[in-house]
């Protein structure tokens, strides 16, 4: 029997076939078990809700559905109900690994922990021992353990099999060092997740993490490479669009400006990223600036300004005019005024908090001016 967490519906026809045959009352038990464990994973990984129909969410935002907790307490509580009456059955480590994710999933970490040290401590031979490994990190990372988790998973895929269990480990191993911005050892990760066989949309969000990593690591033209890659494979708007974007950025650092432009020109014409329309005015503004057209970069923050009320990129539009004044029209006034806009107009805490820090340094150059 395959007893690993790869297809749930087929746990479900062995389970009954079992039950039918024998009706061991352990086998029912177990088999309840994972019938409501089933439709509590159906329903926590169900699509994300969207606000409108056929509307993308914005960008960085995630919309879950509701946890359904009832089914994971019940599910909790039968396994239980098994490890209790049946210690010594077969199905002990499935049980472990059951109360293991039901536990995360209600977010009791600590009793989701012990689960899964149990698993791994008292069954070494278990099928479900990269499992319990792979969720046993994300536990130490939900607990601000990024450390233990990576130390779990360098240690851990050493010794796993090749294939989607081992491309599960690395990806996350690979997003454990990306959370932590070591971008060489996040790069290396999600490179070798990839030559593992991954799962759909997990293979393009790879592959886009992989690029990002490169790019934040000086290797623009492998970046380049990566993202061109997700930028026409990945079925999500946000990340496509932010892959085309990084592209772009890798074609400007390998001097190649007039590709780099021709980039988000196309995305600018593509009805698929009509909502990021006004993202793209930006990132077009800022490779004017980038490539020496200041005047018009001038043309395009100002016209951004003038058609938005409001807004984080209302903001940025105001601090890089505010450094057009400072670096390149040299007029501190101005830049001040700029810097002070920025502030009222409801900037990102981390571009306000730049906009303190220079107009702090303005003034003190203005005051050192007048004196």
Known sequence: MNRYFVSISAWTIVFASILFLSGCAYFNTMYNAQK?????????????QQTEPGRPLPQGTVQPRPVPIEKYRKVIETSAKLLENYPKSRWVDDALLLMGISYYRINDLARAERKFSELTTLFPNSPHITTALIWK???????KRSEEAIELLREGTGKMKSGTRKADALFLLGNLYYDLKKWGDAAEQFHLSLQ???????RYTALYRYGLSLYNSGKHAEARDALSASAKASNSIAQAYDAYVYWSRCELA??????????????????????YTDDIELELANLALETGRVNDAMTLYQNYIAEHETGEGRGLAFYRLASIQRYHQVNLTLAKSLLDSVIRCGASREIADSARMAIDQISKGLLALEN
């Open 36 to 48: 409501k464990f089933e439709e509590a994973e159906r329903e926590v990984e169900a699509p994300p």
């Open 137 to 143: 990190a994300r536990v130490l990372s939900e607990q």
């Open 196 to 202: 593992q066989k991954q799962r759909g949309e997990q």
């Open 254 to 275: 390998l001097q190649n400006p007039a590709q780099a432009e021709a980039i988000l020109l196309r995305v600018r014409s593509s009805e698929r990223f009509l909502d």
